[in-house]
Structure formats: C-alpha cells, structure tokens
C-alpha cells in the first residue's frame, strides 16, 4: 500500500479542506497517509510570513475560496471562523498524544468540524473535550498527558522535523524527499507517489 505523509496543523484554515476528504481519498486510491501534526505558527513566525492577519483582502479571499471548495465537496464551514487560534499548540499537543495511539484523525476531524463548522475554537472548550471524547478516547487523561513535558517536547521536535523536510505551511504532503503544499496539490502527491512505484 502506497505510503504518504500528512503534515498538519490545527488552526490552518486551508487544512480543514484536506482533513475532511482524506478518509475518502484513502478508499478511493488505496493510498494510506500517516498524520503528522506539528506547529505552523512557530514556522509562519520564523519566515516573518504571518498570512491574514492585517491583511483583510487575502482574508477575504481565503474564506471565499474555501466556502467555493466546501461546496463543490458537500461540506458546510461557517465562516468567518475565529482565528488566529489561542490554543493552537494545545490542539497540536493532543494529536500528537492520538497520533502515538491510532485515534489522531478522528481527533482532529471532529476539532475541525466544531471550529470551522459551528464556530467552537479547536485547543479551548468545549471543542477540545468534546472532540476527545468523540475520537474515543479518555479527556482527563489525555489532557493532562498533552499538558505534560513529553507532549511538549514532542511537538518541537515534530515542528523541527517538518522544517528539515523544508515543510513551510499546512497542509503538505511528503513523499520521499518531496513536498506538496496545500489541499489543491494532495492529487498531485498521489500521482507522484504512483509514479514512484512503477
């Protein structure tokens, strides 16, 4: 089976089209990607590369292209959503604790769909709890672990390993040494991945 990394990380806007589709794409192609969360915002800081914020136009186009897109895939966002994110290395930090546990893309689904579908901020409550509890796993025990050195230092080194890889927004799609940047070129990393096998 075919083998592509998905680096993400909660509080992307552009990266609630990818995770919302992916489970799909796997049945269709056969593909499997492996979810890697890691920290945009201490990457997008680094490259003095902060995208909406002050910038009201390309906000404004964001939102609008992402409402044309959900509606060609049948998805409902509710925009504009709250952003920037204040919890967004909180959410990060419980992906990486589901993605050590196998229950990652349920997680982040469901913190996606409450963030940008009705409104609720993925890292703050209720959204946090209740996406836990819906990706089937124990919210006490997970926040705490998330909370903890372990989970922190997991997400540095998951936001180091993806800046090696020279991985500078989310979504992107690894496959061997190279990179595809955003929902649009998630077919794209499929072809070249096929390519790759013949």
Do not use: H
């Amino acid at each position: 089976m075919p083998i592509i990394d998905f680096w993400f990380s909660i509080g992307s806007t552009y990266t609630y089209l990818s995770v919302m589709r992916i489970e799909q794409v796997e049945k269709q192609t056969g593909v499997r990607f492996v979810w890697k969360p890691f920290n945009v915002r201490v990457v997008m800081i680094e490259m003095n590369n902060v995208p909406f914020v002050n910038k009201p136009a390309k906000a404004a186009y964001m939102r609008r292209d992402i409402e044309r897109r959900s509606q060609m895939r049948g998805l409902s966002p509710k925009l504009p959503a709250p952003y920037p994110l204040a919890e967004l290395e909180r959410a990060n930090r419980v992906a990486i604790v589901g993605a050590a546990e196998g229950w990652c893309p349920a997680y982040v689904r469901a913190s996606y769909r409450r963030w940008i579908e009705q409104g609720l901020p993925a890292g703050n409550e209720p959204n946090i709890s209740q996406s836990i509890t819906e990706a089937g796993a124990d919210v006490e025990d997970v926040l705490a672990r998330a909370d903890a050195e372990e989970a922190v230092a997991g997400l540095v080194d998951a936001t180091n390993q993806a800046k090696s890889l020279g991985i500078f927004g989310s979504p992107t799609f690894v496959v061997g040494k190279e990179i595809f940047w955003g929902d649009d070129r998630l077919e794209d990393a499929i072809s070249w991945k096929n390519r790759q096998a013949k």
